[in-house]
Protein backbone atom coordinates (compact mmCIF):
# COMPACT_ATOMS: atom_id res chain seq x y z
CA UNK A 1 0.00 0.00 0.00
CA UNK A 2 2.63 2.59 0.71
CA UNK A 3 4.33 2.16 -2.55
CA UNK A 4 1.16 2.71 -4.26
CA UNK A 5 0.21 5.71 -2.24
CA UNK A 6 3.49 7.34 -2.74
CA UNK A 7 3.69 6.79 -5.94
CA UNK A 8 0.32 8.25 -6.38
CA UNK A 9 1.30 11.62 -4.28
CA UNK A 10 4.59 11.68 -6.40
CA UNK A 11 2.97 11.55 -10.22
CA UNK A 12 0.46 14.50 -8.76
CA UNK A 13 3.22 16.06 -7.37
CA UNK A 14 5.09 15.60 -10.84
CA UNK A 15 1.87 16.99 -13.14
CA UNK A 16 1.27 19.57 -10.70
CA UNK A 17 4.85 20.92 -11.17
CA UNK A 18 4.60 20.94 -15.23
CA UNK A 19 1.45 22.52 -14.99
CA UNK A 20 2.51 25.25 -13.15
CA UNK A 21 5.85 25.55 -15.23
CA UNK A 22 3.74 25.88 -18.28
CA UNK A 23 1.57 28.44 -16.45
CA UNK A 24 4.65 30.27 -15.55
CA UNK A 25 5.72 29.94 -19.74
CA UNK A 26 2.24 31.01 -20.66
CA UNK A 27 2.10 34.14 -18.40
CA UNK A 28 5.55 35.49 -19.62
CA UNK A 29 4.76 36.64 -22.95
CA UNK A 30 1.23 38.06 -21.83
CA UNK A 31 1.90 39.58 -18.14
CA UNK A 32 5.33 39.79 -17.30
CA UNK A 33 6.59 40.82 -20.52
CA UNK A 34 3.66 43.29 -20.65
CA UNK A 35 4.47 44.83 -16.76
CA UNK A 36 8.33 44.92 -18.33
CA UNK A 37 7.01 47.37 -20.82
CA UNK A 38 4.57 49.48 -19.33
CA UNK A 39 7.49 49.90 -16.71
CA UNK A 40 10.18 50.93 -19.13
CA UNK A 41 7.36 53.01 -20.67
CA UNK A 42 6.84 54.82 -17.89
CA UNK A 43 10.53 55.41 -17.27
CA UNK A 44 11.04 56.86 -21.37
CA UNK A 45 7.97 58.80 -20.40
CA UNK A 46 9.76 60.01 -17.32
CA UNK A 47 12.68 60.57 -19.46
CA UNK A 48 10.78 62.37 -21.95
CA UNK A 49 9.38 64.97 -19.62
CA UNK A 50 13.48 65.30 -18.26
CA UNK A 51 14.34 66.25 -21.70
CA UNK A 52 11.37 68.56 -22.13
CA UNK A 53 12.35 70.67 -18.63
CA UNK A 54 15.92 70.64 -20.40
CA UNK A 55 14.96 72.52 -23.89
CA UNK A 56 12.52 74.95 -22.30
CA UNK A 57 15.15 75.64 -19.54
CA UNK A 58 17.66 77.07 -22.64
CA UNK A 59 14.74 78.15 -24.35
CA UNK A 60 15.07 76.50 -27.53
CA UNK A 61 12.80 78.65 -30.14
CA UNK A 62 14.36 77.74 -33.69
CA UNK A 63 15.48 74.79 -35.38
CA UNK A 64 19.24 76.54 -35.57
CA UNK A 65 19.00 76.59 -32.08
CA UNK A 66 19.76 72.61 -30.89
CA UNK A 67 22.68 72.69 -33.17
CA UNK A 68 24.87 74.39 -30.30
CA UNK A 69 23.90 72.07 -28.10
CA UNK A 70 23.87 68.54 -29.80
CA UNK A 71 27.11 67.50 -27.79
CA UNK A 72 24.62 68.10 -24.45
CA UNK A 73 21.40 66.16 -25.98
CA UNK A 74 23.87 63.46 -27.29
CA UNK A 75 25.28 62.61 -23.95
CA UNK A 76 21.69 62.81 -22.47
CA UNK A 77 20.83 60.37 -25.25
CA UNK A 78 23.86 57.92 -24.22
CA UNK A 79 23.17 58.29 -20.71
CA UNK A 80 19.51 56.69 -20.80
CA UNK A 81 20.50 54.50 -23.11
CA UNK A 82 17.54 55.66 -25.23
CA UNK A 83 17.04 57.74 -28.80
CA UNK A 84 15.75 61.15 -29.01
CA UNK A 85 14.32 63.18 -30.99
CA UNK A 86 12.72 66.53 -30.99
CA UNK A 87 10.23 68.22 -33.21
CA UNK A 88 9.16 71.65 -33.32
CA UNK A 89 5.38 72.62 -33.16
CA UNK A 90 5.19 72.49 -36.79
CA UNK A 91 6.74 68.77 -36.77
CA UNK A 92 9.80 69.84 -38.23
CA UNK A 93 12.67 67.34 -37.05
CA UNK A 94 14.74 69.96 -34.85
CA UNK A 95 17.49 67.21 -33.96
CA UNK A 96 17.51 63.12 -34.15
CA UNK A 97 20.27 61.61 -31.65
CA UNK A 98 20.48 58.07 -33.81
CA UNK A 99 20.52 60.39 -37.57
CA UNK A 100 17.54 58.82 -38.95
CA UNK A 101 16.35 62.04 -39.56
CA UNK A 102 17.98 65.43 -40.99
CA UNK A 103 17.38 68.02 -39.45
CA UNK A 104 14.51 70.63 -41.11
CA UNK A 105 12.50 67.60 -42.09
CA UNK A 106 9.06 67.99 -41.78
CA UNK A 107 6.82 64.35 -40.54
CA UNK A 108 3.67 65.87 -41.24
CA UNK A 109 1.75 62.56 -40.04
CA UNK A 110 2.94 63.37 -36.59
CA UNK A 111 0.09 63.39 -34.33
CA UNK A 112 -0.19 63.57 -30.74
CA UNK A 113 -3.25 60.67 -30.88
CA UNK A 114 0.05 58.55 -32.12
CA UNK A 115 0.78 57.69 -28.89
CA UNK A 116 -2.66 57.00 -27.19
CA UNK A 117 -3.50 57.70 -24.07
CA UNK A 118 -0.84 55.61 -22.37
CA UNK A 119 1.45 58.31 -23.92
CA UNK A 120 3.28 55.51 -25.55
CA UNK A 121 3.25 53.28 -28.42
CA UNK A 122 5.21 49.98 -30.08
CA UNK A 123 5.51 50.30 -33.66
CA UNK A 124 8.36 51.65 -35.83
CA UNK A 125 7.61 55.36 -35.22
CA UNK A 126 6.51 56.18 -39.39
CA UNK A 127 8.90 53.22 -40.73
CA UNK A 128 12.46 54.86 -39.90
CA UNK A 129 12.47 52.57 -36.31
CA UNK A 130 12.52 48.93 -35.53
CA UNK A 131 9.04 47.47 -35.69
CA UNK A 132 9.06 46.60 -31.87
CA UNK A 133 10.59 50.02 -30.89
CA UNK A 134 8.31 51.46 -27.87
CA UNK A 135 8.16 55.38 -28.24
CA UNK A 136 6.96 58.38 -26.03
CA UNK A 137 6.23 61.36 -26.41
CA UNK A 138 6.20 64.68 -24.02
CA UNK A 139 4.96 68.34 -25.01
CA UNK A 140 7.90 71.08 -24.58
CA UNK A 141 5.85 74.11 -23.39
CA UNK A 142 6.48 77.90 -23.23
CA UNK A 143 4.15 79.77 -21.04
CA UNK A 144 0.80 78.48 -22.03
CA UNK A 145 1.95 77.51 -25.47
CA UNK A 146 3.05 74.34 -26.88
CA UNK A 147 6.32 74.82 -29.39
CA UNK A 148 7.27 71.48 -29.79
CA UNK A 149 7.66 67.57 -28.57
CA UNK A 150 10.32 65.16 -27.24
CA UNK A 151 9.96 61.88 -28.20
CA UNK A 152 12.37 58.96 -27.06
CA UNK A 153 12.46 56.04 -28.48
CA UNK A 154 13.65 52.46 -27.42
CA UNK A 155 13.92 49.20 -28.98
CA UNK A 156 12.05 46.27 -27.59
CA UNK A 157 15.26 43.99 -27.91
CA UNK A 158 17.07 45.82 -25.10
CA UNK A 159 14.53 45.23 -22.61
CA UNK A 160 15.78 41.14 -23.29
CA UNK A 161 18.34 41.29 -20.53
CA UNK A 162 15.24 42.60 -17.73
CA UNK A 163 13.05 40.10 -19.05
CA UNK A 164 15.82 37.81 -18.64
CA UNK A 165 16.62 38.71 -14.83
CA UNK A 166 12.46 39.14 -14.16
CA UNK A 167 12.54 35.40 -15.30
CA UNK A 168 15.38 34.32 -13.48
CA UNK A 169 14.13 35.85 -10.30
CA UNK A 170 10.86 33.48 -11.35
CA UNK A 171 12.02 30.18 -12.03
CA UNK A 172 14.39 30.36 -9.12
CA UNK A 173 11.18 31.38 -6.65
CA UNK A 174 9.29 28.27 -8.58
CA UNK A 175 12.61 26.18 -7.85
CA UNK A 176 12.51 27.01 -4.14
CA UNK A 177 8.50 26.21 -4.07
CA UNK A 178 9.20 22.91 -5.95
CA UNK A 179 11.66 21.90 -3.36
CA UNK A 180 9.76 22.85 -0.22
CA UNK A 181 6.61 21.48 -1.53
CA UNK A 182 8.44 17.68 -2.84
CA UNK A 183 9.86 18.33 1.29
CA UNK A 184 6.71 18.62 2.64
CA UNK A 185 5.42 14.98 0.78
CA UNK A 186 8.30 13.63 2.26
CA UNK A 187 7.84 14.85 5.84
CA UNK A 188 4.20 13.86 5.10
CA UNK A 189 5.24 10.43 3.87
CA UNK A 190 7.17 9.25 6.65
CA UNK A 191 4.44 10.95 9.28
CA UNK A 192 1.82 8.81 7.62
CA UNK A 193 3.63 5.83 6.29
CA UNK A 194 4.39 3.70 9.70
CA UNK A 195 0.66 4.80 11.02
CA UNK A 196 -0.83 3.32 7.61
CA UNK A 197 1.11 0.45 7.93
CA UNK A 198 -0.04 -0.25 11.28
CA UNK A 199 -3.13 -0.07 10.02
CA UNK A 200 -2.70 -1.69 6.80
CA UNK A 201 -0.85 -5.14 8.57
CA UNK A 202 -4.01 -4.90 10.98
CA UNK A 203 -6.46 -5.03 9.04
CA UNK A 204 -4.75 -7.72 6.82
CA UNK A 205 -4.88 -9.90 10.30
CA UNK A 206 -8.21 -8.93 11.01
CA UNK A 207 -9.46 -9.80 7.43
CA UNK A 208 -7.68 -13.43 8.50
CA UNK A 209 -9.65 -13.82 11.37
CA UNK A 210 -7.00 -13.01 14.08
CA UNK A 211 -8.99 -10.84 15.80
CA UNK A 212 -6.54 -11.12 18.62
CA UNK A 213 -3.44 -9.52 16.51
CA UNK A 214 -3.45 -6.54 19.05
CA UNK A 215 -4.29 -2.74 19.54
CA UNK A 216 -3.07 -0.67 16.71
CA UNK A 217 -1.67 2.40 18.77
CA UNK A 218 -2.05 4.97 16.42
CA UNK A 219 -1.58 8.27 18.22
CA UNK A 220 -2.86 11.17 16.56
CA UNK A 221 -5.45 13.51 16.65
CA UNK A 222 -6.73 13.66 12.79
CA UNK A 223 -8.24 10.55 10.17
CA UNK A 224 -5.54 8.20 10.55
CA UNK A 225 -5.64 8.29 14.25
CA UNK A 226 -9.63 7.91 14.15
CA UNK A 227 -9.21 4.77 11.48
CA UNK A 228 -7.11 3.37 14.27
CA UNK A 229 -9.06 3.40 16.81
CA UNK A 230 -12.48 2.86 14.94
CA UNK A 231 -10.59 -0.59 14.16
CA UNK A 232 -9.49 -1.12 17.44
CA UNK A 233 -13.05 -0.98 18.91
CA UNK A 234 -14.17 -3.01 16.06
CA UNK A 235 -11.92 -5.53 16.82
CA UNK A 236 -12.80 -5.15 19.95
CA UNK A 237 -16.18 -5.71 19.34
CA UNK A 238 -15.76 -8.73 16.84
CA UNK A 239 -13.94 -10.80 20.19
CA UNK A 240 -16.85 -9.49 22.26
CA UNK A 241 -18.90 -10.91 19.72
CA UNK A 242 -16.94 -14.10 18.76
CA UNK A 243 -17.20 -14.68 22.80
CA UNK A 244 -20.85 -13.84 23.22
CA UNK A 245 -21.47 -16.39 20.12
CA UNK A 246 -19.44 -19.24 22.13
CA UNK A 247 -21.02 -18.76 24.75
CA UNK A 248 -24.58 -19.01 23.48
CA UNK A 249 -23.85 -21.45 21.86
CA UNK A 250 -22.76 -23.62 24.72
CA UNK A 251 -25.52 -22.25 26.42
CA UNK A 252 -28.23 -23.47 23.82
CA UNK A 253 -26.00 -26.97 23.60
CA UNK A 254 -26.45 -27.26 27.71
CA UNK A 255 -29.75 -25.81 27.61
CA UNK A 256 -31.28 -28.33 24.89
CA UNK A 257 -29.25 -31.27 25.55
CA UNK A 258 -30.72 -31.76 29.19
CA UNK A 259 -34.29 -32.08 28.61
CA UNK A 260 -33.35 -33.96 25.74
CA UNK A 261 -31.24 -36.39 27.32
CA UNK A 262 -34.08 -36.65 30.12
CA UNK A 263 -36.56 -37.05 27.23
CA UNK A 264 -34.74 -39.72 25.78
CA UNK A 265 -33.99 -42.00 28.33
CA UNK A 266 -37.51 -42.36 29.40
CA UNK A 267 -38.79 -43.20 26.45
CA UNK A 268 -36.19 -45.69 26.00
CA UNK A 269 -37.16 -46.69 30.20
CA UNK A 270 -40.88 -46.97 28.54
CA UNK A 271 -40.14 -48.79 25.93
CA UNK A 272 -37.68 -51.72 27.14
CA UNK A 273 -40.37 -51.72 30.01
CA UNK A 274 -37.96 -50.51 32.94
CA UNK A 275 -40.82 -48.31 33.99
CA UNK A 276 -43.93 -50.21 34.51
CA UNK A 277 -47.10 -49.46 33.07
CA UNK A 278 -48.83 -48.34 36.39
CA UNK A 279 -46.00 -45.52 36.36
CA UNK A 280 -45.99 -44.16 32.53
CA UNK A 281 -48.49 -41.24 33.48
CA UNK A 282 -45.93 -39.83 36.05
CA UNK A 283 -42.95 -40.06 33.85
CA UNK A 284 -44.80 -38.90 30.92
CA UNK A 285 -45.98 -36.08 33.01
CA UNK A 286 -41.89 -35.29 33.02
CA UNK A 287 -41.85 -36.18 29.64
CA UNK A 288 -43.88 -33.29 28.89
CA UNK A 289 -42.45 -31.00 31.07
CA UNK A 290 -39.48 -31.16 29.21
CA UNK A 291 -40.97 -30.75 26.10
CA UNK A 292 -42.69 -27.74 27.26
CA UNK A 293 -39.09 -26.66 28.76
CA UNK A 294 -37.83 -26.41 25.14
CA UNK A 295 -40.35 -24.94 23.57
CA UNK A 296 -40.54 -22.17 25.75
CA UNK A 297 -36.54 -22.05 24.85
CA UNK A 298 -37.25 -22.18 21.46
CA UNK A 299 -39.97 -19.39 21.33
CA UNK A 300 -37.55 -17.75 23.50
CA UNK A 301 -34.36 -17.75 20.94
CA UNK A 302 -37.10 -17.01 17.87
CA UNK A 303 -38.05 -13.39 19.64
CA UNK A 304 -34.31 -13.16 20.19
CA UNK A 305 -34.03 -13.75 16.60
CA UNK A 306 -36.80 -11.92 15.12
CA UNK A 307 -36.28 -8.87 17.82
CA UNK A 308 -32.51 -8.15 16.65
CA UNK A 309 -33.49 -9.22 12.99
CA UNK A 310 -35.72 -6.71 12.61
CA UNK A 311 -34.23 -4.01 14.20
CA UNK A 312 -36.69 -3.81 17.15
CA UNK A 313 -39.61 -2.81 15.70
CA UNK A 314 -42.76 -1.65 17.12
CA UNK A 315 -46.73 -1.82 16.91
CA UNK A 316 -47.50 0.78 18.80
CA UNK A 317 -51.29 1.15 20.01
CA UNK A 318 -52.62 2.48 22.70
CA UNK A 319 -54.47 -0.27 25.08
CA UNK A 320 -55.73 -0.16 28.85
CA UNK A 321 -52.81 -1.78 31.05
CA UNK A 322 -54.55 -3.24 33.55
CA UNK A 323 -56.87 -5.85 31.37
CA UNK A 324 -53.36 -6.81 29.73
CA UNK A 325 -52.41 -7.80 33.48
CA UNK A 326 -55.25 -9.49 34.28
CA UNK A 327 -55.11 -11.54 31.07
CA UNK A 328 -51.54 -12.91 31.84
CA UNK A 329 -52.49 -13.79 34.93
CA UNK A 330 -55.01 -16.11 34.44
CA UNK A 331 -52.30 -17.74 32.32
CA UNK A 332 -50.67 -18.93 35.01
CA UNK A 333 -53.93 -20.24 37.08
CA UNK A 334 -52.00 -23.63 36.91
CA UNK A 335 -48.77 -23.11 38.33
CA UNK A 336 -50.04 -20.60 41.24
CA UNK A 337 -52.27 -23.85 42.32
CA UNK A 338 -49.07 -26.38 42.39
CA UNK A 339 -47.33 -23.88 44.63
CA UNK A 340 -50.46 -22.43 46.42
CA UNK A 341 -49.42 -18.83 45.38
CA UNK A 342 -51.79 -15.70 45.21
CA UNK A 343 -51.51 -12.73 43.32
CA UNK A 344 -52.23 -9.52 45.14
CA UNK A 345 -53.18 -6.85 42.46
CA UNK A 346 -53.36 -3.29 43.60
CA UNK A 347 -54.70 -0.47 40.81
CA UNK A 348 -55.48 3.42 41.76
CA UNK A 349 -57.67 3.57 38.52
CA UNK A 350 -59.40 1.10 36.35
CA UNK A 351 -58.48 2.48 33.41
CA UNK A 352 -54.88 2.93 32.50
CA UNK A 353 -54.34 3.61 28.47
CA UNK A 354 -50.89 3.38 27.88
CA UNK A 355 -49.33 3.80 24.44
CA UNK A 356 -46.91 0.53 23.27
CA UNK A 357 -46.56 -2.83 21.71
CA UNK A 358 -49.15 -4.52 23.29
CA UNK A 359 -47.93 -7.92 22.38
CA UNK A 360 -44.36 -6.99 23.78
CA UNK A 361 -45.82 -5.89 27.30
CA UNK A 362 -47.44 -8.75 27.43
CA UNK A 363 -44.51 -10.80 27.15
CA UNK A 364 -42.70 -8.57 29.12
CA UNK A 365 -45.17 -9.10 31.96
CA UNK A 366 -45.59 -12.66 31.26
CA UNK A 367 -41.31 -13.37 31.72
CA UNK A 368 -41.49 -10.82 35.08
CA UNK A 369 -44.69 -12.92 36.82
CA UNK A 370 -42.99 -16.68 35.39
CA UNK A 371 -39.40 -15.29 37.05
CA UNK A 372 -41.72 -14.39 40.17
CA UNK A 373 -43.56 -17.10 40.69
CA UNK A 374 -40.66 -19.45 39.77
CA UNK A 375 -38.85 -18.30 42.27
CA UNK A 376 -41.17 -17.57 45.40
CA UNK A 377 -41.75 -20.39 47.91
CA UNK A 378 -44.64 -22.37 48.19
CA UNK A 379 -47.77 -20.40 50.24
CA UNK A 380 -46.58 -16.78 49.39
CA UNK A 381 -47.99 -14.13 47.11
CA UNK A 382 -46.69 -12.22 44.40
CA UNK A 383 -47.75 -8.65 44.84
CA UNK A 384 -48.48 -6.47 41.63
CA UNK A 385 -49.08 -2.65 41.78
CA UNK A 386 -50.06 0.05 38.66
CA UNK A 387 -49.32 3.63 39.74
CA UNK A 388 -49.24 6.69 37.51
CA UNK A 389 -47.14 9.78 37.80
CA UNK A 390 -47.55 12.59 36.12
CA UNK A 391 -47.19 11.02 31.91
CA UNK A 392 -45.39 7.66 32.92
CA UNK A 393 -47.61 4.52 34.12
CA UNK A 394 -45.33 2.14 36.45
CA UNK A 395 -45.79 -1.07 36.94
CA UNK A 396 -44.33 -2.78 39.91
CA UNK A 397 -44.38 -7.00 40.22
CA UNK A 398 -42.53 -8.46 43.74
CA UNK A 399 -42.40 -11.50 44.86
CA UNK A 400 -40.74 -12.65 48.53
CA UNK A 401 -38.74 -15.62 47.23
CA UNK A 402 -35.19 -16.43 47.25
CA UNK A 403 -33.55 -12.87 45.93
CA UNK A 404 -30.82 -12.30 43.94
CA UNK A 405 -27.33 -11.22 45.68
CA UNK A 406 -25.87 -7.73 45.36
CA UNK A 407 -23.28 -8.66 42.97
CA UNK A 408 -25.58 -10.26 40.29
CA UNK A 409 -28.14 -7.61 40.31
CA UNK A 410 -26.56 -5.79 37.39
CA UNK A 411 -25.62 -8.81 35.46
CA UNK A 412 -29.41 -10.12 35.49
CA UNK A 413 -30.24 -8.87 31.92
CA UNK A 414 -27.24 -10.65 29.85
CA UNK A 415 -28.59 -12.91 28.09
CA UNK A 416 -28.31 -16.90 29.41
CA UNK A 417 -27.21 -15.33 32.91
CA UNK A 418 -28.12 -17.16 36.01
CA UNK A 419 -26.84 -17.01 39.25
CA UNK A 420 -25.85 -19.61 41.62
CA UNK A 421 -29.10 -19.23 43.85
CA UNK A 422 -31.55 -19.40 40.91
CA UNK A 423 -29.54 -22.43 39.35
CA UNK A 424 -30.75 -25.01 41.43
CA UNK A 425 -34.23 -23.33 41.61
CA UNK A 426 -34.87 -22.55 38.17
CA UNK A 427 -34.58 -26.03 36.80
CA UNK A 428 -36.40 -24.91 33.14
CA UNK A 429 -35.07 -20.98 32.96
CA UNK A 430 -32.74 -20.52 29.98
CA UNK A 431 -31.68 -17.22 30.78
CA UNK A 432 -33.11 -15.16 28.32
CA UNK A 433 -36.65 -14.16 30.02
CA UNK A 434 -35.13 -10.85 31.73
CA UNK A 435 -32.81 -10.30 28.75
CA UNK A 436 -35.59 -10.53 26.29
CA UNK A 437 -37.70 -7.64 29.02
CA UNK A 438 -34.70 -5.17 29.04
CA UNK A 439 -34.54 -5.07 25.03
CA UNK A 440 -38.75 -4.75 25.33
CA UNK A 441 -38.72 -1.64 27.35
CA UNK A 442 -35.21 0.13 26.31
CA UNK A 443 -37.22 -0.53 22.76
CA UNK A 444 -40.04 1.62 24.09
CA UNK A 445 -37.07 4.24 25.39
CA UNK A 446 -38.37 3.55 29.41
CA UNK A 447 -36.84 2.17 32.20
CA UNK A 448 -37.13 -1.24 34.03
CA UNK A 449 -35.09 -1.54 37.79
CA UNK A 450 -34.63 -4.10 39.51
CA UNK A 451 -34.59 -4.15 43.72
CA UNK A 452 -33.64 -6.85 45.53
CA UNK A 453 -32.42 -8.61 48.94
CA UNK A 454 -31.11 -11.93 49.17
CA UNK A 455 -33.57 -14.05 51.33
CA UNK A 456 -36.21 -11.41 51.25
CA UNK A 457 -37.56 -11.41 47.66
CA UNK A 458 -37.37 -9.41 44.03
CA UNK A 459 -38.94 -6.86 42.92
CA UNK A 460 -39.16 -5.24 39.25
CA UNK A 461 -40.48 -1.69 38.20
CA UNK A 462 -40.77 -0.60 34.57
CA UNK A 463 -42.90 2.47 32.99
CA UNK A 464 -44.62 3.08 30.18
CA UNK A 465 -46.47 6.53 28.95
CA UNK A 466 -49.83 7.04 29.52
CA UNK A 467 -51.90 7.56 26.29
CA UNK A 468 -52.51 11.56 25.47
Known amino acids: MKNKLIVKVLL ?17 NTYIKKSIITSSAKKLYDQANSVSKFVEEYDFNYISDYKDHDFELQNISSYLGSDIIIL ?10 RGLFKVGDNITEFKESYFGTNHYTIGDFYQVMPKNTISVMAPIIKGMNTIGYVTVHLPESSLKTNLSLVMKEVWQLYGVMEFLAFLCILIFHFYTHPKLDKISKASKEFAKGNLHFGKINVNSKDEIGEIGQNLDIMASKLIDNEEYQNKFIANISHDFRSPLTSIKGYLQAMQDGTIPPELMPKYLDIVLNETNRLTKLTNNLLTINAWDNNGRELNLTTFNINDVIRQTLETFKGSC ?10 VKNQNYPVTADRDRISQVIYNLVDNAIKFSHNDSTVYLSITDNYEKVSITIRDTGIGI ?37 NAHQENIICQSKEGEGTSFTFTLPLAK
Open 12 to 28: LYLIFSCLTGLLIVCIK
Open 88 to 97: SKGCFVCYDS
Open 337 to 346: DKKNIHFNLT
Open 405 to 441: PKDSQLKIWDRFYKNDLSRGKDKTGSGLGLAIVKDII
